[in-house]
C-alpha cells in the first residue's frame, strides 16, 4: 500500500498531528539534549526495531501502529547508525516528514526521490567509514614507528632500508665477525655514519662488556 494522502491521514496520521503551529518557546541546547536524551530512553526498544525494518511496507505498517516515531527525535537517532538497513530507516523517516508537510500523493517521483537519497546516504557512510579507518590506520603507524624508535630517536626499519645490501645482509644473519670485515671495507667516513645511524636507531647495540664486541639487532618489523 502506497503512502499517499489517503493513508497519510489515517488514525495516527491525520493533519493535525503535523500542522500544529508549535509554541514559541526559547530551548537551550542543553533542554534539547535532554529531550532527546529521554525520548530514546523511553522508546529505544521500537527505535531499535524500526531501525532493523527492511521492507518498505513493513516500515509503513509499523509507522502507523507507532506514529508517536515520526518526529526529529527519531531521525537523529538513526542518524548515529551506520548500518545500511539503519541508513534506510533513516531516510524512510525523513522521507515520511516530508510526506506529511506535503500531503501530496508518494508517486513515482517520491520514490526516485527516496532512492536516490538513500544511495547517496550510503556513499556518505562509506566514505566516512573509509575516512575513520584510513586515519586509525595512520595514527597505529604512527604509534608503531614510535615505539620503535631507538635511543637517538630514529627508525629502525628506515636506517635498515638506506643501509647498503651488505651491510642488511650481516643484520638479517646477526653475524657480528661478517658486519665488522664488512664495516672494515668501506669508507671510515661512510662506515662512522652508517655506525651511528645504526646505534642511534638500536640497530646496533654496542656491548660495554670488557672483552665482547658490539651486538648487532634486527628489527622486529623486518
Same mark, same amino acid.
Given at each position: ?31 534539547? %539534549?535532554?529531550?532527546? *536524551?529521554?525520548?530514546? =530512553?523511553?522508546?529505544? $526498544?521500537?527505535?531499535?526495531?524500526? &531501525?532493523? #525494518? ?79 579507518? %584510513?586515519?586509525?590506520? *595512520?595514527?597505529?603507524? =604512527?604509534?608503531?614507528? $614510535?615505539?620503535?624508535?631507538?635511543? &637517538?630517536? #630514529? ?68
Amino acid at each position: 500500500m502506497p503512502w499517499n494522502v489517503d493513508t497519510l491521514s489515517k488514525e495516527g496520521f491525520n493533519k493535525s498531528v503535523f500542522n500544529v503551529k508549535p509554541e514559541n518557546k526559547q530551548v537551550t541546547e542543553e533542554e534539547k %539534549e535532554q529531550k532527546h *536524551k529521554t525520548f530514546v =530512553e523511553k522508546n529505544i $526498544k521500537q527505535l531499535k526495531h524500526f &531501525g532493523m #525494518l527492511h521492507r518498505w511496507d513493513d516500515s509503513q505498517k509499523y509507522l502507523l501502529d507507532n506514529p508517536h516515531l515520526v518526529c526529529e527525535e527519531t531521525a537523529k537517532y538513526l542518524k548515529h547508525a551506520l548500518m545500511e538497513q539503519v541508513a534506510h530507516q533513516t531516510i524512510v523517516m525523513q522521507f515520511v516528514l516530508e510526506l506529511a508537510k506535503s500531503l501530496k500523493t508518494a508517486d513515482q517521483q517520491y520514490m526516485d526521490a527516496f532512492n536516490d537519497e538513500l544511495e547517496s546516504f550510503k556513499g556518505r557512510v562509506r566514505e566516512r567509514a573509509k575516512a575513520r579507518i %584510513e586515519k586509525a590506520m *595512520k595514527a597505529y603507524e =604512527e604509534e608503531e614507528k $614510535k615505539k620503535r624508535l631507538g635511543p &637517538g630517536a #630514529l627508525d629502525p626499519v628506515e636506517v635498515y632500508e638506506s643501509l647498503p645490501s651488505e651491510l642488511q645482509k650481516c643484520f638479517d644473519t646477526k653475524d657480528i665477525q661478517m658486519l665488522q670485515e664488512t664495516i672494515s671495507k668501506i669508507d671510515p667516513n661512510e662506515a662512522r655514519f652508517y655506525m651511528k645511524q645504526c646505534i642511534d636507531s638500536g640497530l646496533w647495540v654496542p656491548n660495554t662488556k670488557e672483552g665482547d664486541g658490539p651486538e648487532p639487532e634486527a628489527p622486529d618489523s623486518l
